[in-house]
């Protein structure tokens, strides 16, 4: 079977995309520094280099071998992206760059990268399909556009094909509880919740309930994160088949308010979630939903979880 490079695998989304890549056969091997990964997310018939995508003799060595990547290192706090875009440039910008001369240098030829919705900004329309335009509203966003216009060049010019993979809100876990690794310092809504339900936390704040939206609240297109994991696996396959480049939004196209989150949520662990209303967070889309044609159409892509209290059930695995 082919040999695929996860880089980022021992991450929230990389270790699923591990598990998936495993369970359909494929031998794979990790490359990831650690820095936000855990270990105990790192799979037995996995090889581990530990490294850093900065660190471009490492990386170039980790490629000897390998059929295709899955490029899923970087970093991803939006606030923070603001804050520190120096930190952001040289590990998502100047990373990627790395990423795609080590593959030129073994001529690696398919790349499946983690592109993210916040490459669209404010949406004009909703769904967003990919030819919604790109006004990135954070530096964060800028890096994924970056990244996608880099990956357009090396296609034209060294012929590796890519598949970019814009996620929207990535969320539960490995129902068979086989990723173990809790996000660190949690920024995004789901993670904190559960802080909130295992008390880890006395609250949870909801940013802004006076959107134009049903409840006041945003409303946003929660995917599970094992279907993501699928969705790149079959862009691998399709890129190993020799397909052209591709660019493809992932999400159920459902979007859910923060508020029938929280009751989603006090329903699966029949508890009550208390809250408190804070104002709108900066840069905060009232809603953000995809259309998943393409994924559909080109991949033959499906998600299994369409259902909130489902994908929050797998919380539960880890929580
Ligand atoms: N929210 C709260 N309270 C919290 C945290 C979040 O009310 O404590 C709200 C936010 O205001 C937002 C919704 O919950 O309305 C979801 O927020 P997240 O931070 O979970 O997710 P975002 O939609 O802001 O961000 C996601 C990804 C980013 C990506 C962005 C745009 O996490 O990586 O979508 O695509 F950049």
């Given at each position: 079977?082919?040999?695929?490079?996860?880089?980022?695998?021992?991450?929230?989304i990389?270790?699923?995309?591990?598990?998936?890549?495993?369970?359909?056969?494929?031998?794979?091997?990790?490359?990831?520094?650690?820095?936000?990964?855990?270990?105990?997310?790192?799979?037995?018939?996995?090889?581990?280099?530990?490294?850093?995508?900065?660190?471009?003799?490492?990386?170039?060595e980790?490629?000897?071998?390998?059929?295709?990547?899955?490029?899923?290192?970087?970093?991803?706090?939006?606030?923070?992206?603001?804050?520190?875009?120096?930190?952001?440039?040289?590990?998502?910008?100047?990373?990627?760059?790395?990423?795609?001369?080590?593959?030129?240098?073994?001529?690696?030829k398919a790349?499946?990268f983690?592109?993210?919705?916040?490459?669209?900004?404010?949406?004009?329309?909703?769904?967003?399909?990919?030819?919604?335009?790109?006004?990135?509203?954070n530096f964060?966003?800028?890096?994924?556009?970056?990244?996608?216009?880099?990956?357009?060049?090396?296609?034209?010019?060294?012929?590796?094909?890519?598949?970019?993979?814009?996620?929207?809100?990535?969320?539960?876990?490995?129902?068979?509880?086989?990723v173990?690794?809790?996000?660190k310092?949690?920024?995004?809504?789901?993670?904190?919740?559960?802080?909130?339900?295992?008390?880890?936390?006395d609250?949870?704040?909801?940013?802004?309930?006076?959107?134009?939206?049903?409840?006041?609240?945003?409303?946003?297109?929660?995917?599970?994160?094992?279907?993501?994991?699928?969705?790149?696996?079959?862009?691998?396959?399709?890129?190993?088949?020799?397909?052209?480049?591709?660019?493809?939004?992932?999400?159920?196209?459902?979007?859910?308010?923060?508020?029938?989150?929280?009751?989603?949520?006090?329903?699966?662990?029949?508890?009550?979630?208390?809250?408190?209303?804070?104002?709108?967070?900066?840069?905060?889309?009232a809603?953000?939903?995809a259309?998943?044609?393409?994924?559909?159409?080109?991949?033959?892509?499906?998600?299994?979880?369409?259902?909130?209290?489902?994908?929050?059930?797998t919380?539960?695995?880890?929580?």
């Amino acid at each position: 079977m082919p040999k695929v490079l996860v880089i980022g695998g021992a991450g929230y989304i990389g270790s699923h995309v591990v598990k998936a890549l495993l369970q359909s056969q494929y031998s794979v091997r990790v490359y990831d520094d650690l820095s936000s990964g855990h270990e105990i997310n790192l799979f037995a018939n996995a090889e581990f280099i530990k490294g850093d995508i900065l660190d471009y003799p490492s990386l170039n060595e980790a490629m000897k071998g390998i059929d295709a990547v899955v490029f899923l290192a970087a970093k991803k706090a939006v606030g923070e992206s603001m804050i520190n875009p120096e930190k952001y440039a040289v590990n998502n910008i100047v990373g990627s760059v790395n990423v795609l001369n080590a593959m030129a240098e073994n001529e690696v030829k398919a790349i499946v990268f983690s592109s993210s919705a916040a490459v669209y900004g404010i949406p004009q329309y909703v769904p967003m399909d990919e030819k919604h335009p790109l006004n990135p509203l954070n530096f964060y966003g800028f890096t994924k556009v970056e990244t996608e216009r880099l990956m357009q060049w090396y296609d034209a010019l060294k012929g590796i094909k890519y598949t970019s993979l814009r996620y929207f809100n990535a969320a539960g876990y490995d129902a068979d509880g086989d990723v173990k690794g809790k996000d660190k310092e949690p920024q995004n809504l789901l993670p904190i919740l559960m802080e909130v339900v295992t008390g880890k936390r006395d609250f949870l704040q909801i940013f802004g309930n006076d959107y134009d939206t049903r409840d006041g609240t945003c409303l946003r297109d929660y995917i599970h994160v094992t279907d993501l994991a699928t969705a790149h696996v079959l862009s691998i396959k399709r890129l190993l088949e020799g397909k052209e480049s591709l660019i493809v939004n992932l999400g159920t196209g459902t979007g859910t308010s923060v508020k029938e989150i929280v009751i989603a949520a006090e329903k699966v662990f029949e508890k009550n979630i208390p809250v408190k209303y804070a104002e709108r967070r900066s840069g905060d889309p009232a809603v953000l939903l995809a259309s998943n044609e393409t994924a559909r159409k080109e991949l033959g892509w499906e998600p299994k979880y369409t259902n909130i209290e489902d994908i929050i059930r797998t919380f539960a695995k880890i929580y």
